[in-house]
């Protein structure tokens, strides 16, 4: 079902600072930046220096409005951790998989995510406490 682990996502307050923390701590670089009003966020992804290999990736995550998912997940939590992304390779597909299993998906239909991929979520309660994001990579690499 899952051909690598896409992303790893930290709900951050302001991304600017975040960026900078990556950068001057662990030498992080963005890779992609953008903001998705659908999913009520701004967010980067980062990459070590140099990678161009598709290895997984560093998704912070800042809030873009006061009722998004994000500004929910940080009054209740503060920053952290905030889910785990599957690259898939037919999101429709692994849907239906999950489903088969008893699996509850956030979303009938797939939604836009980063640089055009279509993802869904997997409930956290049905996923041992981890929201997990499925994705399935725009053709050509975006
Ligand atoms: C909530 N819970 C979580 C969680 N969020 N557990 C693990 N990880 C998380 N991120 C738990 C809570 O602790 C709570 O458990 C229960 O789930 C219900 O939480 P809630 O605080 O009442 O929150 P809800 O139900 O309003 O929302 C949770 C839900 C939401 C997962 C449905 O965050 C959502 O729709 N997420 C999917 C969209 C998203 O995250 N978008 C932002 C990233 P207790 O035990 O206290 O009941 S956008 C993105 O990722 C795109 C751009 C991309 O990568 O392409």
């Given at each position: 079902?899952?051909?690598?682990?896409?992303?790893?996502?930290?709900?951050?307050?302001?991304?600017?600072?975040?960026?900078?923390?990556?950068?001057?701590?662990?030498g992080?670089?963005?890779?992609?930046?953008e903001?998705?009003?659908?999913?009520?966020?701004?967010?980067?992804?980062?990459?070590?220096?140099?990678?161009?290999?598709?290895?997984?990736?560093?998704?912070?995550?800042?809030?873009?409005?006061?009722?998004?998912?994000?500004?929910?997940?940080?009054?209740?939590?503060?920053?952290?951790?905030?889910?785990?992304?599957?690259?898939?390779?037919?999101?429709?597909?692994?849907?239906?998989?999950?489903?088969?299993?008893?699996?509850?998906?956030?979303?009938?239909?797939?939604?836009?995510?980063?640089?055009?991929?279509?993802?869904?979520?997997?409930?956290?309660?049905?996923?041992?406490?981890?929201?997990?994001?499925?994705?399935?990579?725009?053709?050509?690499?975006?």
């Open positions: 079902l899952v051909t690598a682990i896409d992303h790893v996502g930290i709900a951050v307050p302001d991304l600017d600072e975040a960026i900078a923390f990556q950068r001057d701590t662990f992080l670089e963005v890779a992609h930046s903001e998705n009003a659908e999913q009520g966020v701004r967010e980067a992804m980062l990459r070590a220096p140099g990678d161009t290999t598709g290895a997984t990736q560093i998704q912070l995550l800042a809030p873009l409005r006061e009722d998004s998912t994000i500004a929910k997940f940080l009054d209740k939590n503060g920053p952290g951790l905030q889910q785990l992304a599957y690259r898939v390779t037919d999101v429709e597909a692994a849907m239906e998989a999950l489903r088969a299993k008893g699996l509850r998906l956030l979303y009938d239909q797939p939604r836009r995510g980063t640089a055009d991929s279509r993802i869904n979520f997997v409930h956290p309660k049905d996923a041992g406490g981890v929201l997990v994001e499925l994705v399935e990579p725009a053709p050509h690499g975006h």
